[in-house]
């Protein structure tokens, strides 16, 4: 089990979890049963054990992912980064419009959007991706508190001049390493 | 995305963004209610304001990527996918 569910208060919506299989399982029914149960909104992530761990060596997301959650069973995983750059681009391109729809979006989005870029850009620097790092680098780099962007108290203009920035930075890295021929 | 997703194989990454997909049609689709007229097709010139602004951006984004080394992206794909986007959010009827 991951995600909000496990953080401190009940600003929660849902319910992620994870299964491990070994044997194929039907997703829907499943969440469709958790949730009758519990009458929470719930997602399933169905995964076998080598697609974890590919995920959680190339994907920062897994990594944050994995950083904090609840498991039946110990859960070890020891692997080291693998950069795929044209995954971790077209990872990137979802934040890129943040600043476009800002209006829009509700603080849960926002941050949803913020992190990902912060994930990413944690990653290809080789550093830990976990919410504290995530959250820590939002408040040095953004100058931004999570509160407040969850909130939805940030304001755009000087959110957007600090937010492109970081954003420019990640993707100039990323297109660098894609013209230098990493994969 | 859905014209980069074209040029690359992994079945998983494309599960992935059909998922992001549909929720950033759930955001176009929040736009769209805020637009009058809701019931119906929007003036001409405001269509071809939109589609020619989003062209602009795909195709610079598109454009970015094959100078730094992508292959395989083809951008006469781009106006098409606009309209047919456009049309399921009701703004071209």
């Known amino acids: 089990m991951t995600g909000s569910f496990l953080e401190k208060g009940f600003n929660f919506n849902d319910i992620d979890i994870i299964i491990i299989y070994n044997k194929k399982l039907n997703e829907l029914h499943l969440s469709k049963k958790i949730e009758s149960m519990f009458g929470i909104k719930t997602h399933i992530l169905l995964i076998d054990n080598k697609s974890l761990l590919e995920g959680f060596s190339s994907d920062p997301i897994y990594q944050l992912m994995l950083s904090k959650c609840v498991s039946s069973k110990r859960l070890i995983i020891k692997s080291t980064n693998r950069f795929d750059f044209k995954k ?8 890129k419009n943040l600043s476009d729809n800002f209006e829009l979006l509700s ?40 509160k407040e962007i969850i909130e939805n108290k940030i304001e755009k203009k000087s959110f957007s001049k600090e937010y492109e920035k970081y954003y420019s930075k990640t993707l100039n890295k990323i297109m660098n390493e894609i013209k230098n021929g990493s994969k | 995305m859905e014209i980069s997703l074209n040029t690359r194989e992994q079945v998983e990454l494309s599960k992935h963004y059909e998922k992001e997909s549909t929720n950033f049609f759930e955001i176009a689709k929040r736009y769209r209610e805020k637009l009058n007229p809701i019931n119906n097709s929007l003036p001409q010139k405001d269509i071809d304001h939109i589609v020619q602004k989003i062209e602009n951006k795909v195709r610079s984004e598109l454009n970015l990527r094959i100078s730094n080394g992508y292959q395989g992206i083809d951008l006469n794909l781009i106006h098409p996918m606009i309209l047919n986007l456009l049309k399921s959010l009701r703004i071209i009827y």
């Open chain 1, 88 to 95: 971790l681009d077209l990872h990137l391109l979802k934040s």
């Open chain 1, 107 to 146: 603080g849960k989005e926002k941050y949803d959007l913020i992190r990902n870029v912060v994930a990413i850009s944690l990653f290809i620097k080789n550093q830990k991706v976990n919410k504290e790092s995530v959250d820590r680098e939002i408040k040095i780099e953004l100058r931004l508190d999570t």
